[in-house]
């Protein structure tokens, strides 16, 4: 048998990752018992999932709970983060140059060869 933990447990092990109480809200909201392993595991899910949490909130996270920077995880978030926000700009297409206005961040989240590989 699973043992439950309580929501005010939950709200101290979120605490302890550097999450404000009003988002360890809606975190547990969106997973409950869940977010053991969602933060433990792939905390760049919440970016996707929990209004209020995008890519920098959940690579923050992520470093603090010990995710890699080369993660598999964040490589796929940090490509849609900069691609979402490219496309509220109104691109349809962006370079992959590192001296491009439009999305240096690539160079933030990973290099270009990883990128390839991945796309």
């Given amino acids: 048998m699973v043992e439950k933990k309580r929501p005010a447990d939950a709200m101290i092990f979120l ?3 550097g999450i404000t109480s009003n988002l360890a809200v809606r975190i547990y909201q969106a997973y409950g018992q869940e977010i053991y392993s969602v ?23 992520a470093e603090r709970v010990g995710i890699r920077t080369d993660s598999d995880f964040r490589i796929r978030c940090g490509i849609l983060y900069c691609l979402t926000g490219a496309s509220t700009l109104g691109h349809t297409y962006l370079p992959l140059g590192k001296n491009s206005s439009v999305m240096p961040i690539s160079y933030w989240v990973l290099h270009r060869s990883t990128l390839r590989n991945m796309l």
Avoid at 39 to 61: L, Q, S, T
């Fill in 39 to 61: 933060i433990r595991e792939n905390p760049y899910r919440m970016a996707e999932e929990v209004p209020g949490i995008g890519f920098k909130i959940a690579d923050e996270i």
């Fill in 15 to 17: 605490e302890k990752y």
